[in-house]
């Protein structure tokens, strides 16, 4: 197993990086919680941080974005995360204000949890699968999505499609995707081009195409493309969504099939309907790694606090709203999806939450149900028989 | 082919769908899947083995779960067998993806320099 990689030249650059105010050492915040990985969690982190700072006694947690592998890495080998750049950890205070803090040891910390994107099996050989002593807790769903110009007039593209424009690059036979400099790619470590490549049977390793650094920055150049017709990228619908003046998703269809579809029921739509039901093929749960005790539970208790509130197994704190937030994340909480998977691009399994929250779910995102309100169940009728998150669900 | 392990590799799968989508009953089925995907329908009909309000995506040929939950009065709730779902957008790929690979599909990666 790889660990997480950390240049000579970045920790030189940190050491001699200068410092004009000092940052609050993270290990003296009240019960630091370190959580590392995957970038896409920070916005709900943000939420969770702020209320478990103010909590009685208050706990901290402290974040550390880097990739999606960073994460499943981080618990399973105990690489220990360090800084690697001035202002790398991230906190947020009982009013939800994010802080910087340093940890200055060279020797760095040990995470108490790994968030990926992607299964750790995506990113490791796990011939066995996870060790018992690791659990992985499914989170939040996301959904991957290819992009294009706000421009283009492409409006949807086949897994046939992208197999020959991100595994050929410049020779891509597929028209008008021949152009390696508007083919835009993130990196083999990104949990969203590890997603979109078990999708596309392209091995994240062999995608051509060019590099960005970040989704902002695929963001920043599929927006400048002078072509826009040619230009194309990947994304989570969650920052395509966020940059729609930008870019466009395209409508996807998986190989074999004849049926291009949005991740929401149409290009503009904020319902992840498709998502929910499984038609939408590229999607997966947030992962939630953390290290269990021999009796099976969390071996940091706040850790597995944080876990069950992002998962929704654990009551949310009065005063946070998970479903809300999540669905203005263009994000999907368990109790709204209906299908399931259990390895990458995998079967999607009919799932019925209990505590449902689809309806719930859809009245936040898009401002309408089709569901009926109800404040008990004796309202409800047989084909819905359930009052979940105040509206009649199945279950 | 590098894509078909993706897509059509078969496997023993041991599946256990625990309650709800079966309507809710008690205890859970047991499921021995020789595909990738055993939700394969035509019609709604053949979707109903798994839930009241499940549909057959048959652009897809699967079983999906009908959304939002299925009432006399909800839009789309097919009757034309087809579960409510159309498609109304595609991407030709006869038109637009040389299958010319040896065995007629999708051409191998080009080998890493």
Known sequence: MSGVRVTVAAVLAYALAPRSVAAVECATLPIPVYVTGSTAAKPLLAEIGKVMAAQTPPATVVYYGVGSCAGPDAILSGTPIVNTAVGAFTYWDASGVEVKCEISSTSGVIAHVGISDVFASTCFQLPGGLPASVTDTLGPVQAMAFVTHKSSTERAISAEAAYYVYGFGAQSPVSPWTHDGLIFRRDDVSGTQRMMAAAIGVPPQRWQGTATTSSGDLVTRLGAANFPDQSIGILSAEVAQDNRTTVRILAYQHFGQTCAVYPDSDETANDKVNVRSGRYPIWGPLHLFTRLNPSGVPQNAKAGELIGYLAGTRPAPAGLDLVKLEAQRHVIPQCAMRVRRTQEMGPAMPFAPQSACGCYYEKVATGTTACKPCATSAECAATAPVCSYGFCETQ | ?113
Request: glycine content about 14%.
């Open chain 2, 1 to 113: 082919m590098q894509h078909t392990g993706v897509v059509s590799a078969l496997a023993i799968t041991l599946a256990i769908v625990v309650g709800g989508f079966s309507g809710g009953a008690a205890g859970c089925s047991v499921l021995l899947e020789t595909d990738t995907n055993p939700y394969k329908c035509t019609t709604d009909a053949d979707c109903l083995r798994y839930a009241s309000n499940a549909a057959c995506d048959t652009a897809r040929r699967q079983c999906v779960a009908r959304l939002p939950p299925s009432t006399p009065d909800a839009a789309g709730t097919g009757g034309d067998g087809t579960g409510g779902l159309s498609c109304s957008l595609s991407f030709d790929n006869r038109l637009r993806v040389p299958l010319d690979g040896p065995d007629g599909g999708l051409r191998p990666l080009p080998e890493p320099p």
